[in-house]
């Protein structure tokens, strides 16, 4: 059920161990101990994350810095369906892990109630510039209170995937290559769609998952706030300009039949892969997801296919997700756990983890690591672009609570059985409640 859709499952879905502060090129346990001991677990280090494999870019870096720092890492995975639950569990125990992975949804909540670590004493003792990193990652881990919870080292905005050979076959000319070029509105997307779909359910003309990225672009991109108010007390996507946007990406399937029906959705997303393998086999034309996917579709696409801005409305604007490490408030060494998040975003490590192409590091100089090659995606340049006009979903210590209450809902807009308007504004004030700490 849609309630249990968010952008960090979609990625798993996809074989990308991914999050919302998703990677999907998971890192191996290195002395796997399982998920529980702190301080290193029998090395110097100890590093929580979920779905890990061997040999993989994370995995490298991790092996690398523990080379150069003359130190063991102890990498725990734990599966990613119990991650949450188990790192709750840990952090709790008294033996917390020197370094965390975080779900980049959850940092407000977890630094809210104190039990991570304020990074404000070490990126101002290492003289840390906040210009050298895209803004829109490096301000995520800031707080109310001013603090810096948590350390972004990747990050993958949303863009739209184009099978360009059915643009060809359908004689439909392909979005602009440059984020900043007008046109290209909602307008132009659904004529575009509704060229691109063939009959029969042999092609569809778009397909615009149901997760919690669809609920950040669109609303955004009609000029409104996102799912919560920037101060995260209003719920705004049951707000006229959310609702709206929600009920225009409903009726392509439920009015102008250009985009998959909810029955089809809640099959297809049962298999891992399925969205991606949709544009990669040609059964759409269109398709918005994260740049996670680029690696998926490098090595498994059938068709021809590159990456273009999102369609605009009142604005051109995507949404951004974040892998994120953090320090535990009772990491039993953070200045080891500092000294890990310092080589994840360096120079070494930026140009191991760009080799994805999915995924841009952090700071700015690495978008000269993103080169094309004959695998594609042709327009790489554009996940630059994309980080640029990205924002991140607006952040409540109580989402989790609030994601419980508004999601089901959501469920009955896609079947058609209420409009947004409806459905959303039924929980506005219980979700409001919870978001003011009430529920």
Not at 60 to 88: C, F, H, M
Not at 291 to 304: C, D, E, M, Q
Not at 311 to 322: A, E, G, I, Q, S
Request: aromatic share 10%; with cysteine.
């Amino acid at each position: 059920m849609t309630q249990n859709i968010s952008r960090r499952s979609v990625l798993r879905g996809l074989g990308l161990a991914g999050g919302a502060a998703a990677f999907g090129l998971p890192l191996a346990a290195c002395g796997d101990n399982g998920a529980g001991g702190g301080g290193g677990g029998g090395g110097n280090a100890s590093f929580m994350t979920w779905d890990t494999t061997s040999g993989t870019p994370l995995y490298t870096v991790a092996e690398n810095w523990a080379k150069s720092a003359g130190k063991t890492v102890d990498i725990q995975s734990v599966p990613g369906d119990d991650y949450d639950t188990k790192l709750r569990t840990v952090m709790s125990s008294g033996a917390a892990p020197t370094v965390i992975r975080i779900n980049d949804d959850y940092v407000r909540g977890y630094y809210a109630e104190g039990s991570l670590l304020d990074l404000r004493p070490y990126l101002e003792k290492d003289g840390i510039k906040p210009d050298d990193y895209f803004s829109v990652a490096y301000n995520f881990a800031k707080q109310p209170d001013g603090g810096h919870g948590a350390w972004p080292i990747m990050t993958n905005p949303g863009v739209l995937y184009c099978n360009t050979d059915a643009f060809a076959e359908a004689g439909v000319e392909l979005p602009p290559k440059d984020w900043a070029k007008s046109g290209w509105t909602w307008d132009d997307f659904l004529d575009a769609a509704k060229k691109l779909t063939k009959p029969n359910k042999e092609r569809y003309g778009a397909l615009v998952f149901p997760d919690t990225s669809l609920e950040t672009v669109w609303p955004v991109s009609n000029g409104g706030d996102g799912i919560y108010s920037k101060d995260a007390t209003r719920f705004t996507l049951a707000e006229p300009q959310g609702a709206e946007a929600i009920q225009w990406c409903a009726d392509l399937a439920l009015v102008h039949k250009v985009h998959p029906d909810f029955a089809t959705i809640t099959a297809g997303r049962q298999t891992p892969n399925w969205a991606l393998s949709q544009l990669g086999t040609g059964k759409v034309a269109m398709l918005l997801s994260l740049t996670s996917g680029i690696p998926y579709l490098r090595s498994n696409a059938k068709v021809k296919w590159d990456i273009f801005p999102t369609p605009m409305k009142v604005n051109r604007t995507t949404v951004n997700t974040l892998t994120v490490l953090a320090i535990p408030k009772a990491s039993k060494d953070p200045d080891t756990a500092w000294d890990f998040l310092k080589y994840c975003v360096g120079t070494d490590a930026s140009k191991l983890l760009a080799q994805s192409r999915g995924f841009m590091p952090v700071s700015k100089s690495s978008s000269a690591l993103f080169v094309p090659d004959d695998k594609g995606p042709a327009n790489l340049a554009l996940v630059t672009q994309a980080l640029d006009n990205a924002v991140n979903e607006n952040f409540s210590r109580y989402i989790e609570r609030a994601r419980t209450i508004y999601r089901p809902v959501l469920d009955d807009v896609w079947s058609g059985k209420k409009t947004a308007e409806a459905a959303l504004g039924s929980v506005k004030q219980k979700v409001e409640d919870v978001l003011a700490g009430k529920g």
